[in-house]
């Protein structure tokens, strides 16, 4: 007999009930699975990259980091200690492990060029470079000095900044500084980790 999906859940269900009405709890059982997962893993707090909710979670890893070992993520959970979301996840912040040890996750710069179909590695030297010179560029071509009506502004008006959710509060300070320093008016982050 093939079993369906939904026979599955059933039995699973009946299973769950059976165990309940025998006296089993199976909660031992469940916490130890759990345990077993994360036995002598190092826990690191971090915080969840997704959105603005900024739900702390903590990130185990396996390994000692000596020498020739690299240690390895092997679960992440919210974190409970933490005032927002107190161990809970939304499922997007539950998949983080999955985008962690995504294989597809770029780990190195890339760069598609004007007119080009494809991307291209490119050093991390050569990436500030060429970007160090496309901001120096871009203002000298857009620095606006004096509006319509011949009031000072100094603004540069062909650059935009916009900050990743994980940038840390000091990071976006010194982003902010810098932005303003060229006169970039068009600027946003998420300031809050
Ligand atoms: S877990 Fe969900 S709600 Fe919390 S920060 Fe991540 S994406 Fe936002």
Avoid at 71 to 95: F, Y
Wanted: proline share 4%.
């Amino acid at each position: 007999m093939q079993a369906t999906r939904r026979d599955f859940l059933k039995a699973s269900t009946l299973g769950g009930v059976a165990a309940t009405v025998l006296g089993f709890d199976l909660a031992p059982v469940y916490a130890q699975s759990k345990e077993l997962k994360i036995a002598r893993t190092t826990e690191t707090r971090s915080t969840c990259p997704y959105c603005a909710v900024s739900c702390g979670v903590i990130i185990h890893t396996l390994g000692d980091k000596a020498k020739n070992v690299t240690a390895q993520v092997v679960h992440v959970e919210g974190d409970p200690d933490h005032p927002i979301n107190r161990g809970t996840l939304c499922p997007k912040g539950a998949s983080l492990y999955q985008d962690i040890l995504n294989d597809r996750r770029l780990l190195k710069p890339e760069v598609r060029r004007p007119g080009s179909d494809h991307w291209e590695d490119i050093s991390w030297e050569k990436a500030i470079d060429e970007i160090a010179h496309k901001v120096k560029k871009t203002r000298d071509d857009t620095f606006v000095e004096t509006d319509d009506q011949g009031r000072t502004v100094n603004r540069c008006e062909g650059i935009g900044f916009n900050g990743g959710c994980t940038d840390t509060n000091e990071f976006n300070y010194l982003v902010v500084k810098t932005m303003r320093s060229l006169g970039v008016c068009y600027l946003e982050n998420q300031a809050r980790v």
